[in-house]
C-alpha cells in the first residue's frame, strides 16, 4: 500500500502507568520482565535511539501506512498494543490487546514490530526485559475524504470481490497442508494505471500473524514452522500477483496508480 499518511491523521500515544498497571505498581514483578508502569525501578529512564520514549512515537508516525481499504471504506479506531523490549533492545511479542479492526490491528502490530532497537534498561545494574503498552490510532480527516478519486474495481468472469478470485486460485503449499498448518499473510499491492497488478509484497507474513500454535504479533520460534510460514508468505504473494487486470483508479479524470492491502488467509480444513 502507498504510503498515505499526507493524507490521513494517525496519532500514536503513549500509555504509560495507567490502571491497568496499577496493581503491577504496588508490588515488584515475580520475572525479570518489568512492566513499564513500575520505570522508577530503572536506574535511568527508558530510551528509544538515545532520545525519550515520545521519539518512538515520531518513528511510528513516520512508518505507518494507513490501510487503504481502511480509508476506502473510512474504517478508523484505537489499536492497544503490548510488547516486549528485551534485554538487547529489541522489540518481541508483539500482540494486540484491544483490537480496532483487523486492517488496522495488522498495520499496527507490523509497524511495531520492524521497530529499531530501543536502549536496554538495568535494573540495579542488571539488564531486564520491560512490558511495554502502546495505543495506536487511526483517524481519517476531511481532506483524506476525497470524493474526486474513483477506485480501481477488480472484475474478471463473474468476480466483483479480489477475494473470492484468491481463495479459489491459491494453492496451499502442499508440505503446510501436510501439517495442517494454517496463518495470515498481509499483502499489500499496486494497481497501475493501466490496472496491471505490480509489486506485491509481504507487509505482516504469516511468521508474525500467527501459526498453528501463535497468535497475532507473535513470531514463531521453531524453525520448522518458520519455514512452513515463510511458504505461506511466498504463495500469498504469487496468487496477489497473478491477478488479472483491473479496471484502474480514476481522479479528475484519469487512471492513477493506486495502492492495496489484502489479508490472505490459509486455513486447512
Known amino acids: 500500500m502507498g504510503r498515505v499518511t499526507k ?11 495507567l490502571a491497568a498497571n496499577a496493581q503491577e505498581q504496588r508490588k515488584a514483578p515475580a520475572y525479570d520482565t518489568i ?16 532520545e525519550s520514549i515520545v521519539n518512538f512515537t515520531k518513528w511510528c508516525f513516520d512508518h505507518i501506512e494507513y490501510p487503504e481499504e481502511a480509508l476506502l471504506h473510512k474504517i ?3 489499536v ?22 483487523p486492517l488496522l490491528d495488522n498495520e499496527a502490530v507490523r ?6 532497537a530501543w536502549d536496554p534498561v538495568t535494573v540495579k545494574g542488571r539488564k531486564a526485559n520491560v512490558r511495554f503498552t502502546f495505543p495506536v490510532v487511526f483517524g481519517i480527516s476531511k481532506k483524506e475524504d476525497d470524493t474526486s478519486i474513483v477506485h480501481a474495481k477488480f472484475s474478471h468472469k463473474g468476480h466483483t470481490d479480489f ?9 496451499y503449499p502442499k508440505e503446510a497442508a501436510k501439517r495442517g498448518f494454517n496463518g495470515k499473510v498481509a499483502v499489500a499491492f499496486d494497481v497501475s494505471a ?10 505482516t507474513g504469516a511468521a508474525y500473524m500467527g501459526g498453528n500454535t501463535t497468535g497475532s504479533g507473535s513470531k514463531l520460534k521453531n ?47
Open 80 to 101: 492497544t498494543l503490548q510488547f516486549i523490549i528485551d534485554t538487547a533492545g529489541v522489540v518481541s511479542d508483539v500482540k494486540v490487546v484491544r483490537s480496532a479492526h
Open 194 to 203: 493501466e490496472g496491471y497488478v505490480e509489486n506485491a509484497r509481504v507487509l
Open 163 to 171: 477475494m473470492s478470485w484468491v481463495a479459489e486460485n491459491i494453492e
Open 76 to 78: 478508523s479506531g484505537r
Open 111 to 116: 509497524v511495531v514490530s520492524s521497530s529499531p
Open 7 to 17: 493524507y490521513a491523521v494517525l496519532l500514536c500515544a503513549l500509555l504509560i502507568g
Open 223 to 269: 524453525a520448522t514452522e518458520n519455514a512452513l510460514a515463510a511458504t505461506l508468505d511466498a504463495e500469498a504473494v504469487r496468487v496477489v500477483s497473478a491477478s488479472p487486470r483491473w479496471i484502474p483508479a480514476m481522479k479528475d479524470g484519469f487512471p492513477i496508480k493506486v495502492s492495496y492491502n489484502v489479508l490472505v488467509v490459509f486455513q486447512t480444513e
Open 35 to 50: 512492566p513499564i508502569g513500575l520505570q522508577n525501578m530503572f536506574d535511568k529512564p527508558l530510551t528509544f535511539r538515545g
